[in-house]
DNA sequence: CGTCTATTTGAATGTACTCAAAAGCGGTGG
DNA sequence: CCACCGCTTTTGAGTACATTCAAATAGACG
């Protein structure tokens, strides 16, 4: 149960004393999924907010021909989640499985909320979070209009150079946002 | 100088004494804006978290074609900026400038990061603005891949109702990411 | 009234998708 | 260890959605 990496992913925006940390711990569940493994359905609520110790995780959507977009990669170190499902208590449209193996620290909306009042620091670093969060998803829902598919591909492997090296090119066009047929095409010129 | 839209936002998330408000708004500038006059340059870096008190501004960054993609409308009640240059200090890829003649309460990133020290529940309200603003361009990313042209404007047209009647098509067509020829195309079956 | 910008329309083009089929590859069980 | 099964990748032909470029028309504003 090594969380020091979650320990120190906090430390890089608050101080906490040995007291807090102890407190946020106690509310954290360490959980080991095997690849593909499900942490949330589309259409459930989801209660919890994940960070990945090790492995990595990914939440997608489906569309109407079983298309699937994916939204997120969360390699060693990222938190992820449906954040619409979280924010608003509602069912939502992401699912979140896993790539590879991975370990998961978990912790409870509910059990958030109370260490909000308890630790308030913890909304500098959640706000801080979302804040860096917004600022990637404003810029990819941006790239997503005014870049081609293979301008979308190159920012893909500049931003994650060690997932393209084990990721099936399946799940890379699922996260540009193209056919793998395509992408398969555009490969090979 | 009525700021009540922007004390009653605040309001809604965050519970502030009579003499917090006073000390907030202490540090709040009210600036009056024509339409087109701009309130960030595309380059510079950004100094203001903006909320619009009456109007609506818009941000948006141009490619090299010279087309423009607009991020964001802000109307009536809303916060908007450059996130990217404001979290990160650097000079930012958008421009904000003034749709219609338009109030604006502005702070200072400077003074915020003070206010955030004196009235720590500052951290709740824009935790929870980033955290709903993160749902927003989350769901827009994916939407921007697997919706047609002709769904995004419907979509816009749910989401904007008002601003669907006022706004010029070719604006329109900037939020939406299609060219204003293929809009009027499209609008005319 | 004149100028500048927004909208419309058309033809040609390009980017990416659909459908289909074949080839490659990895894991699993016999 | 090999054969088979399922999934991923490749390839091709035809198609659809959206762009580019050009030119004409309409509207807004001083």
Same mark, same amino acid.
């Given at each position: 149960?090594?969380q020091?990496?979650?320990t120190?992913?906090?430390l890089?925006?608050?101080?906490? $004393?040995?007291?807090?940390?102890?407190?946020?711990?106690?509310f954290?569940?360490?959980?080991?999924?095997k690849?593909?493994?499900?942490?949330?359905?589309?259409?459930?609520?989801?209660?919890?907010?994940?960070?990945?110790?090790?492995?990595?995780?990914r939440?997608?959507?489906?569309d109407?021909n079983?298309?699937?977009?994916i939204?997120?990669?969360?390699?060693?170190?990222?938190?992820?989640?449906?954040?619409?499902? %979280?924010?608003?208590g509602?069912p939502g449209?992401?699912?979140?499985?896993?790539?590879?193996?991975?370990?998961?620290?978990?912790?409870a909306?509910?059990?958030?909320n109370?260490?909000?009042?308890?630790?308030?620091?913890?909304?500098i670093?959640?706000?801080?979070?979302?804040?860096?969060?917004?600022?990637?998803?404003?810029s990819?829902?941006?790239?997503? %209009?005014?870049? $081609?598919?293979?301008?979308?591909?190159?920012?893909?492997? $500049?931003?994650?150079?060690?997932?393209?090296?084990?990721l099936?090119?399946?799940?890379v066009?699922?996260?540009?946002?193209?056919?793998?047929?395509?992408?398969?095409?555009?490969?090979?010129?």
């Amino acid at each position: 149960m090594d969380q020091h990496i979650l320990t120190e992913n906090i430390l890089k925006q608050i101080d906490l $004393t040995k007291e807090e940390m102890d407190l946020f711990f106690s509310f954290v569940k360490i959980k080991k999924v095997k690849k593909k493994q499900f942490l949330l359905l589309e259409g459930d609520v989801s209660r919890y907010a994940l960070f990945v110790v090790s492995g990595c995780l990914r939440s997608y959507c489906v569309d109407e021909n079983g298309y699937q977009y994916i939204q997120q990669f969360a390699p060693e170190g990222w938190w992820i989640g449906d954040m619409y499902s %979280l924010v608003t208590g509602k069912p939502g449209y992401l699912a979140v499985d896993a790539v590879f193996d991975s370990e998961i620290a978990m912790i409870a909306k509910t059990d958030l909320n109370r260490l909000y009042t308890e630790i308030p620091k913890l909304n500098i670093y959640f706000r801080v979070l979302a804040e860096n969060a917004l600022v990637y998803y404003q810029s990819r829902a941006m790239e997503n %209009l005014r870049l $081609t598919a293979k301008e979308r591909y190159e920012r893909f492997c $500049t931003r994650y150079p060690s997932l393209i090296a084990c990721l099936p090119q399946k799940q890379v066009a699922a996260y540009i946002g193209v056919t793998p047929e395509f992408l398969s095409k555009m490969l090979n010129q």
